[in-house]
């Protein structure tokens, strides 16, 4: 990063009288000006050339506008493209008549979606998503829930399901479940806002009825790092590269290769609790450094975590009850789970962690859990209190709609 210029004291014989000083601090720091206004203009100029997009000029004076993610492609852009810091989640039910009724109303409702969502991604006719000459930053992605996949008979990956109980959840039907769930990304609240109206309308319109909804958010964070949960870790460092995702992520070759699963949960997280524990014991019950959130075993954010090391006593470096111990690929196998969770703060007594996790196979967070239930050392500090389960769809390339496939 560039540095900040020195200041160097001006060789000048006057400067000893109060207006010879004056005029060699106003001579300094026209110099200064420049310099700084010289480097804030090549800056600007560099990411001009790097980032505008053809057809569209930026504004007098400011950065160039970022150019929109796109919706169409093979996969669906809310798992593609980069964390957006704002999240909305809705989730809906689509009442039962007859499995043909219900089969129309579906795909009704998933062309109405992909039509909203794509116009969403830009260029949008709503003014309100348009206000400033820019499409917004915002993705989004589509999953059925495994009630209404069975309902229907929908061509989705066998063994798609409901997750088990799980020891210790304090589930709220109210927040939880839903036979199709939606979520929401983007650079802002207002873009959340407007286009969580235009889908709720267009599922409205399709027969279905509103059940959940949940807000979330990410910290400020520098490109390419991995953002931090409100015990102040890091969240989401071990996730798999595009090849190790072909494998645990996505779905195999076939109609399912661009599919995945999410797995939802709504974990209520004692934050002051957890901030009251000496810095030495919060890394001994995550198993990782609160300052860089290298491994215990490591130097650095990336290590593989060494679940074998020990002291000279004995006794791991990582302790059994360690929570990346026991969410560690090496106890599944190696399968790895692709993580783009997101806080919450709905109420003093009520923030934490909207876990989202997305893998081939939802069996993997069911082992996963079971353990975590059994003895992380993180559950006095955590309180699962929401679930779901989905099968996110794949993308809709140009000129089809999500869900396509389900009618083949």
Excluded at 114 to 135: K, V, Y
Aim: with cysteine; aromatic share 6%; hydrophobic share 45%.
């Amino acid at each position: 990063m560039p540095t900040e210029p020195e200041n160097a004291s001006p060789s000048n014989p006057s400067a000893g009288s109060g207006v010879g000083r004056r005029r060699a601090l106003l001579a300094a720091g026209a110099a200064l000006a420049a310099g700084v206004g010289a480097a804030v203009g090549a800056a600007v100029g560099e990411l001009a050339d790097r980032d505008r997009t053809p057809g569209r000029a930026a504004a007098p004076g400011g950065p160039p506008p970022e150019a929109p993610i796109p919706f169409h492609g093979a996969r669906q852009a809310g798992l593609t493209a980069p964390q957006l810091p704002a999240t909305r989640l809705l989730a809906f039910d689509l009442p039962a008549a007859s499995a043909a009724a219900d089969r129309e109303a579906l795909r009704t409702l998933l062309a109405a979606w992909t039509r909203t969502l794509a116009a969403a991604a830009g260029p949008s006719p709503d003014p309100r998503l348009r206000a400033d000459g820019a499409a917004p930053r915002f993705t989004s992605l589509v999953g059925l829930g495994p009630a209404l996949a069975a309902r229907l008979a929908l061509a989705v990956p066998a063994g798609f399901a409901e997750l088990p109980a799980f020891p210790g959840d304090r589930l709220d039907p109210a927040r939880g479940g839903g036979d199709l769930l939606l979520q929401l990304c983007a650079a802002d609240h207002w873009t959340l806002a407007v286009v969580a109206e235009l889908a709720t309308t267009a599922a409205l319109g399709a027969g279905a009825t509103a059940r959940w909804a949940q807000s979330g958010f990410l910290p400020r964070t520098a490109p390419g790092a991995t953002p931090r949960n409100l015990f102040g870790f890091k969240d989401g460092t071990a996730n798999p590269d595009e090849d190790a995702a072909r494998q645990w992520v996505w779905g195999p070759s076939g109609p399912h290769e661009n599919a995945t699963v999410l797995v939802y949960r709504r974990i209520r997280m004692d934050t002051a609790a957890f901030a009251g524990l000496p810095v030495d014991q919060q890394d001994l019950a995550m198993g990782r450094r609160l300052g860089d959130g290298a491994p215990l075993t490591g130097a650095a954010e990336r290590d593989e975590p060494d679940l074998y090391a020990k002291h000279p006593d004995g006794a791991y470096v990582i302790p059994a009850t360690a929570h990346v111990r026991l969410t560690g690929p090496r106890l599944d196998g190696g399968a790895r789970m692709l993580r783009r969770g997101y806080s919450y703060d709905d109420a003093p007594g009520d923030r934490g962690l909207l876990f989202c996790a997305f893998m081939r196979d939802a069996g993997q967070f069911t082992r996963v859990q079971n353990r975590l239930a059994e003895r992380d050392a993180l559950n006095p500090f955590v309180e699962h209190t929401a679930s779901a389960v989905a099968y996110v769809l794949p993308g809709a390339p140009a000129g089809t709609a999500l869900g396509d496939h389900l009618w083949a």
